[in-house]
T-cell receptor
Framework: TQLLEQSPQFLSIQEGENLTVYCNSS?????LQWYRQEPGEGPVLLVT???GGEVKKLKRLTFQFGDARKDSSLHITAAQPGDTGLYLC??????????WGAGTKLIIKP | NAGVTQTPKFRILKIGQSMTLQCAQD?????MYWYRQDPGMGLKLIYY???????DKGEVPNGYNVSRSTTEDFPLRLELAAPSQTSVYFC????????????FGSGTQLSVL
């Protein structure tokens, strides 16, 4: 069974701080997606990374795909209360199935 | 565009009852999916469809059924509801081809008591 492990499971920080959350696996993925989910809503896609070593930036969010395409990280600079949510990663495996991590619950306190 | 619409938003069922969770998308997407989300767990795929008239089992299909008679609609049927089916259910769609972006509905929170 392929697993995508996300860490930490829960993170609560003050507004203005920086943070990094991780998505790790022993399996190789052809692509990896990051979603943000707010309470009572479905996940919304933030980014898709497809190339080993790829770095994508979305305003204050920086996404990196590991060189071996087994792991990814999300770094948020100067976190804001609007960044609060559940961050999910999902990797596309060799059978073209989407494997989901359990998520990191992020709370940014004003 | 409304995107992906799910109804109802909340539902409480008694053990053994049946119900249908509705999902409709207005984006003409070929691919549609049903997931369940349990606390502390990743999304689990129940069923999916690659087009009208075609459905296939996902990771956790037992206790559920689906149909896809039109491109727009993808209802999920629960027969003989069990407490283990208490969960939040999400429907999602994507165009297909090279686009991997999933569009999700806002979910149905189901409790089986």
């Amino acid at each position: 069974t392929q697993l995508l492990e996300q860490s930490p499971q829960f993170l609560s920080i003050q507004e203005g701080e920086n943070l990094t959350v991780y998505c790790n696996s022993s399996s190789v993925f052809s692509s990896l997606q990051w979603y943000r989910q707010e309470p009572g809503e479905g996940p919304v896609l933030l980014v898709t990374v497809v190339t080993g070593g790829e770095v994508k930036k979305l305003k204050r969010l920086t996404f990196q795909f590991g060189d071996a395409r087994k792991d990814s990280s999300l770094h948020i600079t100067a976190a804001q209360p609007g960044d609060t949510g559940l961050y999910l990663c999902a990797g596309r495996d060799s059978n073209y199935q989407l494997i989901w991590g359990a998520g990191t619950k992020l709370i940014i306190k004003p | 565009n409304a995107g992906v619409t799910q109804t109802p938003k909340f539902r409480i069922l008694k053990i053994g009852q049946s119900m249908t969770l509705q999902c409709a998308q207005d984006m003409n997407h070929n691919y549609m999916y049903w997931y369940r989300q349990d606390p502390g767990m990743g999304l689990k795929l129940i069923y999916y469809s690659v087009g009208a008239g075609i459905t296939d089992k996902g990771e956790v299909p037992n206790g559920y059924n689906v149909s896809r008679s039109t491109t727009e609609d993808f209802p999920l049927r629960l027969e003989l509801a069990a407490p283990s089916q208490t969960s939040v259910y999400f429907c999602a769609s994507r165009p297909g081809g090279s686009s991997e972006k999933l569009f999700f509905g806002s979910g149905t929170q189901l409790s089986v008591l």
